[in-house]
């Protein structure tokens, strides 16, 4: 074997008795023909390289992260944990040392699960990559994480979870909002006033080709993680920037992916989006594969793979110079934190949910703090459930936030205006959930 | 009446069965440079005692391909190859006639790129140049079109003496493996249908006309007509027979380990539900991952001959075998001397196992008799853990149904059973340390030969169907056909075991009915453009599973 090799982990998991229904996009079929590809090109015999079972995310894994609405259960199918658990697999095979790096090839996805859960939105229930970050936090004394989104879709739920948080940062790298869902990631969201600067948005144009992401990834993702200087590297890894890819238009190849991949080098990759499924997804995962792994893949292209018709135009070009400038230049001079701290930022929110068409809306208060990344209170109404308040007392939450979190807890419980309170206290290593019937927590968990 | 034959590495074993009983057996030392002479002087012991014509069948399991793939007596290969894009080439290059050519086939089977004819003659012409006669037609995704398998097949046909065909040796895809089977399937053929010629001339001589098969190391036969164009799957086919052996002698319906006792090593093998487990993908044959499928075996470096050594105060046993035990004139202390002091054997002279431990207690301070009770633990919970090993590892294997996941069968062994000469010495010890109950069957001391004799034909074929394209093949029966659009995954399993049956019936293999087949894979997924279902892509995977012919096992009970 040789040295430059790695040993990468895949946690393969197919899920081919579940899907959102019969001919939706995510269905039994979806990562069919990758397996045939990887089998075929005999990934799982190169020197280094082996498959993996994925765990079943514990019920403790997930309320540590989501606030689930009503519960857990409610949310979410086997399918949604196995998910998670195979991303909590991707981490613990690294994390015990048993290979270098790992790839989660799982699904659902699940980089549009926001904070709060109150069923799917853009095929998404559970945050697969967060469910990641908080076991490598609380299991594995990991503290400085860096998840870099390459799916083509906005990772809007990724960067509602860590928005206040100082010590995870989120890279997204994705068509530009104004012309596809979510409608979101624009420059300017650069992350809340406790941790402004950890967010990081890159909005790119229709048909942004291979030399279009890899500029990216040389003027501003490599810069500003070298900066960061992560412990650990996520690749939230969508392939549905793919040039045939049946709902978006962008025109990024295998060999691109491959190339990103090697320039990144994350520690573990989760799959997200990419639905073009004979035509991408089984060449983009092996050039992926191939990347982690450190091995050749200067071979990897697909049948119809025309460079001359895919090379993005001088406009295209042009247009990501400026935003590569514009995202430095936010970035090496962020705005001065707002606010004073011990006092409650607010932020108002229509939230969709469009596979399930729920609507909800929510008002997030976080305390101002210089120390940690805030008390953060969540009131939220859908179309699905009454008012409710979800109260987090954060990973590594200081003493004030801390009290202020049960303090609020308190008031809360005494105005009775709400059907459920929910409370995650992460110093506590507690979560629970009280409905208005009753005082007493309907769960409980300890992680 | 059943003739089995084992050419092993020291003996070749022999047993007549018949439904009343064993009537003969025959045991001979192995002429590795002359494997016909073992054969026939086995065959010539059993003769002794029955009458040619009383004989029905014969299987036999031979190391004649395994000792070719070792001593690197294989004949030049050359391998024309269509790989297209995907990994790189040096990853499945293999001989010194290996001829990569352009042409192309994706996962759904369509030809991407075209091979062109040019560089297919000039391949030919380079190897005709060079003197190769034996060539492996493989590309990628052939399983799925062997259009271009064919077409280096129509290249080759007239000028070659052999040509393994990707496709044929298996459904399942695996490129490289199919390139290295193909490699080493044409390197050994023209040794092996040698040495099978030889051995049918030597068993018509002998006044034999039973029909013959040859042992594989999936634990079944194939028909000798067969094997003679998959000689390659004669591979380590020992220690198959010896598995199918402990099956035909003991009533196994539990998860179960089997542990295989030799001098040097012990082989271990893991049973579920009575049933021997078969590698998916395949063995590696000379450092090559291959598709020929064999039992899953694992080989520890302990058995009765493995030297007791104290190091440091520390006992170790093995991995080293320096000669046979001090009580049989050996130079060292083993395993066996210390059943010979601990009074659970009684092998050869013990007084010099006495000796032996005598000497090595005097270093540490421990009674000799403790220090050899002491080895024979150690040694036993070593094996223990291998075998652990390996069940943690099956019971790791990846499954891809949220189904198989949350409800799929875990591996737990209760019960654990022991072949091999030091077998009866350690079933004691080897049940302390399994703290599970050891049986050791009565005959094992010729389990390989009566495995061999008594294991059935197997076999297996992957099917798919692509009601898109209205196409169904079975690579490996080398069939094509026209489906409807509305075929289903109930036609598609009734198409499998209809093929599969047929195949068998064609080779005159008796005793076979439908419930014998199991079907493993059984998937049907709908295909989506747009939102709407263009087809189904439905796979189907069935298989005839090792087995022992149940007519004769009382007789070897």
């Not at chain 1, 009131?379 to 200081?398: N, Q, W, Y």
């Not at chain 2, 509305?486 to 195949?503: K, S």
């Amino acid at each position: 074997m040789s040295t430059d090799h790695r040993r990468l982990g895949i946690i393969f998991f197919p899920a081919y008795d579940w899907a959102i229904d019969a001919t939706h996009p995510e269905r039994e079929e979806r990562l069919l023909y990758t397996q045939d590809q990887l089998r075929e090109e005999g990934i799982f015999d190169l020197p280094g390289i082996s498959e993996h079972k994925p765990e079943v995310a514990t019920a403790g894994m997930i309320e540590r992260v989501h606030f689930c609405i009503p519960e857990v259960d409610a949310v979410t199918t086997p399918s949604h944990l196995i998910a998670a658990g195979g991303a909590v697999t991707a981490a613990r095979l690294v994390m015990e040392k048993k290979v270098d790096r790992a790839f989660a090839m799982v699904r659902p996805p699940g980089h549009h699960a926001m904070k709060v859960v109150h069923g799917n939105r853009g095929f998404c229930s559970l945050n697969n990559e967060a469910v990641l970050v908080e076991y490598l936090r609380e299991e594995c004394g990991v503290r400085r994480i860096a998840i870099v989104d390459t799916d083509c879709h906005h990772g809007d739920g990724t960067q509602d979870i860590y928005w206040h948080d100082p010590e995870v940062l989120f890279i997204s790298l994705h068509q530009d909002g104004r012309t596809i869902f979510p409608g979101t990631g624009f420059v300017r969201e650069n992350g809340g006033p406790n941790a402004i600067g950890a967010t990081v948005n890159i909005p790119l144009p229709p048909q942004t080709g291979d030399e279009g992401f890899l500029t990216v990834m040389e003027r501003v993702v490599l810069p500003i993680l070298e900066a960061f200087k992560p412990e650990i590297v996520i690749n939230s890894a969508g392939q549905d920037n793919h040039y045939t890819d049946p709902i978006t238009n962008m025109s990024f190849s295998a060999a691109g992916y491959a190339r990103l991949n090697e320039m990144l080098n994350p520690h573990i990759a989760v799959l997200e989006g990419g639905y073009a499924i004979q035509g991408a997804l089984p060449y983009t995962n092996l050039g992926i594969c191939l990347a982690m792994a450190g091995h050749d893949f200067s071979a990897v292209r697909e049948p119809d793979y025309d460079p001359e018709r895919l090379r993005q135009s001088a406009r295209v070009s042009e247009y990501i110079d400026t935003l590569c400038a514009q995202v430095m230049e936010l970035h090496r001079r962020p705005p001065a934190p707002a606010g004073t701290p011990g006092e409650f930022a607010v932020r108002d929110k229509s939230i969709y949910y469009d596979t399930d068409g729920i609507t909800e809306e929510q008002t997030e208060r976080v305390l101002i703090c210089r120390a940690c990344a805030g008390l953060r209170i969540i009131e939220t109404r859908a179309s699905s459930f009454p008012l409710s308040i979800c109260i987090e007392i954060p990973f590594a939450a200081c003493r004030s936030c801390r009290e202020a979190g049960e303090k609020h807890l308190r008031e809360a419980k005494n105005s009775l205006r709400y059907r459920l309170i929910k409370l995650i206290d992460r110093p506590g290593k507690n979560v629970e959930s009280f409905s208005d019937q009753d005082v007493s927590p309907r769960s409980k968990y300890f992680f | 009446m059943l003739l089995g034959i084992d050419v092993g590495g020291t003996h070749t074993d022999a047993v007549m069965i018949a439904t009343n009983g064993i009537h003969a057996a025959a045991k001979v030392p192995t002429d590795h440079e002359d494997l016909l002479a073992s054969v026939n002087a086995a065959i010539g012991e059993i003769l002794r005692d029955v009458d040619p014509d009383a004989i029905r069948q014969i299987n036999l399991s031979t190391t004649l391909t395994t000792n070719a793939i070792i001593e690197e007596k294989l004949e030049p290969v050359g391998m024309l190859v269509t790989g297209g894009p995907g990994i790189a080439p040096g990853h499945y290059t293999i001989g010194r006639h290996f001829h990569l050519l352009r042409g192309a086939i994706d996962h759904r089977g369509t030809e991407q790129e075209p091979l062109p004819d040019a560089e297919l003659d000039a391949a030919v012409e380079a190897c005709r140049a060079a003197g190769v006669r034996v060539f492996g037609a493989v590309t990628k995704f052939s399983p799925r079109n062997p259009v271009q398998e064919e077409q280096i097949v129509r290249r080759l046909q007239p000028d070659a003496d052999f040509i393994s065909i990707g496709h044929t040796l298996s459904g399942r895809l695996n490129f490289p493996r199919r390139v290295a089977t193909a490699f080493y399937n044409s390197a050994v053929w023209r040794a092996y249908i040698d040495f099978i010629d030889a051995v049918e001339t030597g068993v018509r001589k002998h006044g034999i006309s039973a029909r013959m098969d040859i042992l594989k190391a999936d634990g079944g036969t194939m028909p000798a007509a067969v094997s003679r164009t998959v000689p390659v799957q004669s591979i380590l086919s020992g220690p198959a027979a010896s598995i199918m052996g402990i099956v035909a002698l003991c009533d196994i319906d539990e998860d179960a380990v089997i542990l295989d006792i030799g001098g040097t090593t012990t082989d271990i093998a893991v049973f579920a539900d009575g049933a021997p487990l078969v590698e998916p993908d395949g063995i590696a044959i000379g450092g090559h991952p291959t598709l020929v499928r064999a039992v899953i075996t694992r080989s520890i470096g302990i058995g009765g001959d493995s030297e007791v050594v104290v190091e440091n105060g520390d006992l170790r046993i093995g991995p080293r075998r320096r000669g046979p035990a001090l009580a049989c004139g050996g130079p060292v202390p083993t395993l066996i001397d210390a059943g010979n002091v601990t009074g659970t054997a009684q092998v050869g002279n013990p007084t010099a196992s006495a000796a032996g431990f005598r000497e090595l207690a005097a270093a540490t301070g421990i009674d000799p008799e403790e220090l050899a009770r002491r080895a024979i633990a150690r040694a036993m919970e070593q094996i223990r853990d291998a075998a652990h090993g390996l069940v943690t590892e099956l019971n790791a294997r990846p499954v891809y149904t949220i189904h198989e996941l949350l409800t799929g069968k875990t591996l737990s062994p209760r019960q654990v059973y022991v072949m091999g000469g030091p077998a009866a010495v350690l079933a004691e010890p080897l049940a302390q340390a399994f703290g599970l109950p050891v049986t050791v069957p009565a005959r094992h001391a010729v389990a390989n030969a009566i495995g061999a004799a008594l294991t059935r034909t197997t076999m297996e074929i992957e099917l798919l169907a692509d009601t898109e394209r209205k196409e169904l093949s079975i690579p490996n029966l080398d069939i094509r056909q026209k489906i409807s659009f509305q075929f289903t995954l109930a036609d598609a399993v009734a198409a499998g075991r209809e093929h599969l049956l047929a195949f068998l019936r064609r080779q005159q293999i008796e005793d076979i009915d439908d419930d014998m087949i199991q079907v493993v894979e059984a998937d049907s997924f709908n295909m989506i453009s747009n939102y709407f279902t263009v087809g189904r892509n439905i796979r189907v995977s069935c298989q005839l599973k090792p087995s022992i012919r149940a007519a004769y096992r009382e007789a070897v009970r």
